[in-house]
């Protein structure tokens, strides 16, 4: 078995994270690096894609409530 994965977080600065990546749910699914438990959320890791993933999350939900908009002329006849 080879060597503990290590968390990713500020790699290459002074700041760099020492702790081991958690091997299940480390993996951003965005920028998909490694990460410990402190890191693993987007949000805690200052993730790139982070942006991207909120604004589809934004659409897709617009799409589904503007679906399931009452219309005025629905209304007149309940």
Do not use: W, Y
């Amino acid at each position: 078995m080879g060597a503990k994965k290590r968390c990713q977080f500020q790699l290459g600065t002074d700041d760099q994270c020492n702790l081991a990546a958690l091997r299940i749910v480390g993996q951003c699914p965005h920028c998909r690096a490694q990460f410990c438990g402190d890191h693993r959320l987007p949000e805690h890791h200052s993730c790139n894609n982070l942006e991207d993933c909120r604004q589809q999350a934004f659409d897709r939900n617009k799409v589904k409530l503007e679906s399931e908009r009452t219309v005025a002329s629905k209304m007149a006849t309940a």
